[in-house]
Each structure stands twice: as C-alpha cells, then as structure tokens.
C-alpha cells in the first residue's frame, strides 16, 4: 500500500517562504515521478521524474518553488518562496494513482 504524508504548511505573509515535505511509504521515489498539485482542482503544481533531475513546474510558481527530493528517505520537498496570496491552497502530494491528504499554505497580504 501507498502512503503519502505531507507536512509544512502554515500561515505566512507575501514574500516569505515555506517547505512542504511528503513522505512516502510503499513505493521507491527513484522509480516513479511524483508531484505537488494544489486547490480544490488539483491544479499542477511541480513534479519530479524517477532519475530526479528532471523537473517541470507549472508557469505561476516558475523561479520561485523548487521541487526536490531525498531519496534515502523517500521524501520529496516543494520550497517556496516570494509567496503570494494567490498560492493560497490545500497541496496535494501526488504518485500515480495515489494522494496525501494535503497540507494547508495560507498565504496574508
């Protein structure tokens, strides 16, 4: 069984940054691709392929979240930074067909 677990998120103003962390249990992140999708629409956010240098992010969060990874301990990170009230979201943790919970990014101007 899959399991993702995201944590970090938290209440900041415009302009400063956050860490989101999702740990995951049941599958080996070097062999898949995993991504950060964020709001009620799961709109994409990042994502990281399974060699973990191959990166894609969506044009809103480009030059200011990094996506990254940890792969001995399965753990993938979203760092954000220049926040806006805009990135305001629940995000989602994301590996195939399987999702975290999410973890709330509360973003004040």
């Not at 240098?53 to 990170?77: C, E, L, P």
Request: a positive charge; aromatic letters at 10%.
């Amino acid at each position: 069984q899959v399991r993702l677990v995201e944590s970090g998120g938290g209440l900041v103003q415009a302009g400063q940054s956050l860490t989101l962390s999702c740990v995951i249990s049941g599958r080996a992140i070097d062999t898949t691709t995993v991504g950060w999708f964020r709001g009620s629409q799961f709109r994409f956010v990042a994502h990281i392929k399974a060699n973990g240098v191959d990166t894609t992010y969506a044009d809103s969060v480009k030059g200011r979240f990094t996506i990254s990874r940890d792969a001995a301990k399965n753990t993938v990170f979203l760092e954000m930074k220049k926040l806006k009230p805009e990135d305001t979201a629940v995000y989602f943790c994301n590996l195939g067909v399987f999702w975290g919970r999410g973890t709330q990014v509360t973003v004040s101007s």
